[in-house]
Nanobody
Framework: QVQLVESGGGSAQPGGSLRLSCRMS????????MAWYRQPPGKQRDVVGT???????NSVNEIKGRFTISRSDDENEIYLEMTELKIEDTATYYC?????????WGQGTRVTVSA
């Protein structure tokens, strides 16, 4: 059974940085398209960005230039490097992976940005 576990969330000040990780167990990230989503308090969950098996990424405009998605298939992990954090980046961040046609979600890790 594939499981995804996010880590690295916490509190930061505006302008600060955090690095999130998502580790897959019960499967391999090799060849798998994975993504980061976030859900601000009281709002819907939306995609932040996607990383493809070849390492190419795409991301939403509001995080371009500030967040970087990367992966290490050796470690079975993907990462979300967040810099220049803004208050509006406050959310629970989730990773997702579609493996053999089934979509898996992690439990989420909370990021709070406040002055």
């Amino acid at each position: 059974q594939v499981q995804l576990v996010e880590s690295g969330g916490g509190s930061a000040q505006p302008g600060g940085s955090l690095r999130l990780s998502c580790r897959m167990s019960g499967g391999t990230t090799t060849g798998v398209t994975m993504a980061w989503y976030r859900q601000p308090p009281g709002k819907q969950r939306d995609v932040v960005g996607t990383i493809f098996p070849d390492g190419l990424t795409n991301s939403v405009n509001e995080i371009k230039g500030r967040f970087t998605i990367s992966r290490s298939d050796d470690e079975n992990e993907i990462y979300l490097e967040m810099t220049e954090l803004k208050i509006e980046d406050t959310a629970t961040y989730y990773c997702a992976a579609r493996v053999r046609g089934q979509l898996y979600w992690g439990q989420g890790t909370r990021v709070t940005v406040s002055a």
